[in-house]
């Protein structure tokens, strides 16, 4: 079973940026991957997927904001993250998209956009 860990999170202020990672314990190459967050009192979304051969597709609320890669090399996934707003604050976690077996959850990253 693939393990993940996300890291990157942090404190910024509004407009700013964030680039976040996550790393499996194992390979990840044949598999489309995701990230998702989850508000406090909300249930977890996800705000970015990418496909084996690279494609990817984000709700509207990010769209144009948020940019997910993966180095399937590292087994890693990253969401960069811009023009960051108060209402994208919560945990970050990355797994596989809605429709796959899931991976077991990693412990997230906190993102929390203040001024």
């Known amino acids: 079973q693939v393990q993940l860990v996300e890291s990157g999170g942090g404190l910024v202020q509004p407009g700013g940026s964030l680039r976040l990672s996550c790393a499996a314990s194992g390979s990840i190459s044949w598999n489309s991957m995701g990230w998702y967050r989850q508000a406090p009192g909300k249930q977890r979304e996800l705000v970015a997927r990418i496909s084996v051969s690279g494609t990817t597709t984000y709700p509207d609320s990010v769209k144009g904001r948020f940019t997910i890669s993966r180095d399937n090399a590292k087994n890693t996934v990253y969401l960069q993250m811009n023009s960051l707003e108060p209402e994208d604050t919560a945990v970050y976690y990355c797994?596989?998209?809605?429709?796959?077996?899931?991976?077991?959850w990693g412990q997230g990253t906190q993102v929390t956009i203040s001024s």
């Open positions: 797994n596989r998209p809605p429709g796959y077996t899931l991976f077991f």
